[in-house]
């Protein structure tokens, strides 16, 4: 890694040396986000545990660059099952802990709401119950979303310090998982030194995401199909950013909670600059240019049929520099760039997913 010594920037990039060696517990590391940070933890010379699901699809990130062989240990178990999590932690002893797993969609949480909330809620509970009894963790990282806020459909950022809500049940259930949070950091963990923090990040773009329903995977799908991509809500305004850039705001809060930083032991918004908070045919028309055979088109749904979701969403980062020293390193039109050539290399030649994604990762850190 190239580092630039004397500034800010080298000083916040050294201080993720400190994974080196460290033992590191990381639930929903088969998941798209959770699969980025476990290869890069790995490349930081972490010891890495992992707790999740099986897998969605062999296309996913982690089934496609190999992720498990990273790994010190691979527990494939439902977050839900608190005794199987809590014998999971005691046998990792980690000292940090990243918290990711989670029910990720709007859509899915109005089709199955109660397993959303049991998942995002009682499943943030079991973790932090676990580590409760887990006396090797020092630091705690539960990662969020940007949607934990009570959305006024504002035209500005919001802060740490807004109210949380939501419309829909993975936003409000995440909004609860803030809450629980802050509740085990008040009430168990802050005594015995355990520094809790969350994050709550943009909407992320990068490769090896075949989620449905969220709109860089569907647009890979209808490109390798030769299809239409059709869009609903073109004028949706989201936080665009790589998963990188979420990833390396955890990391750096990591670290630093790591380093008995105390007064970081709170929230913190990870997002892009305001001006890549664009809409969705802004985003497409955009994407487009580093993706020629995609293709899109608005398709309204019938009036009524579609559940309520947010139309304009920022977030204000400024505690992020502030305190963290966090910056966004990539633009919008790089991180595009990167995600469309992630997608097309790996459509290409699939064995080149775990290449393509360490070689992104250096990229982002040099």
């Known amino acids: 890694m190239a580092i630039r010594r004397g500034t800010l920037e080298d000083m ?7 994974y080196t060696g460290r033992p590191v517990f990381v639930t929903g590391h088969t998941g798209f986000k959770g699969a980025w940070l ?27 660059a190999d992720v498990q062989s990273t790994l010190q240990a691979h527990h494939l178990a439902d977050i839900r099952d608190a005794s199987t999590l809590a014998a999971a932690m005691q046998a990792a002893q980690p000292e940090i802990v990243f918290h990711l797993a989670a029910q990720p969609l709007v859509g899915a ?35 969020t979303t940007d949607k934990c806020y009570d959305n006024k459909e504002w035209f500005w950022g919001y ?12 936003s409000a259930s995440k909004a609860a998982a803030e809450l629980v949070a802050a509740s085990y950091r008040n009430a168990f963990l ?10 709550r990040a943009g909407n992320v773009i990068g490769g090896g995401d075949w989620s449905d329903n969220r709109l860089v995977p569907d647009a890979a799908r209808a490109a390798a199909a030769g299809a239409v991509l059709e869009i609903r809500n073109p004028q949706a305004t989201r936080p665009w950013q790589h998963v990188l850039e979420a990833l390396h705001g955890y990391l750096l809060l990591g670290a630093r909670l790591m380093a008995a930083e105390q007064a970081l032991a709170r929230a913190f918004n990870f997002g892009p600059q305001a001006a890549d908070n664009l809409a969705v045919g802004a985003v497409l028309a955009r994407l487009a ?15 009524g049929a579609a559940p309520h979701e947010a139309r304009n969403l920022h ?8 305190l963290l020293g966090w910056e966004p390193r990539w633009s919008l039109d790089q991180a595009l760039a990167a995600t469309a050539h992630w ?5 290409e030649a699939p064995a080149q997913a775990r290449s393509v994604t360490e070689r992104q990762i250096e990229q982002f850190c040099v």
């Open 159 to 170: 802060r740490e310090t807004d109210p949380l809500g939501g419309h829909d049940p993975y």
């Open 109 to 143: 949480g109005y089709r199955d709401p109660v397993a959303n909330w049991a998942t995002n809620v009682m499943g943030t509970v079991n973790l932090l119950e676990a580590v409760r009894h887990c006396p090797s963790v020092r630091a705690v990282v539960v990662i």
């Open 343 to 347: 997608y097309r290399a790996v459509h």
């Open 289 to 303: 240019q580093h993706w020629p055979e995609l293709r899109w088109e608005h398709r309204p749904d019938p009036a």
């Open 38 to 64: 476990a290869l890069w933890l790995a490349r930081l010379g972490a010891r890495v545990t992992g707790y999740a699901l099986a897998p969605e699809s062999p296309a996913g990130l982690f089934t496609a």
């Open 190 to 199: 802050a005594e015995r030194g355990v520094l809790v923090a969350t994050a």
């Open 12 to 18: 916040v990039t050294r201080m993720l040396d400190g």
């Open 315 to 322: 977030l204000d980062s400024a505690l992020a520099r502030g």
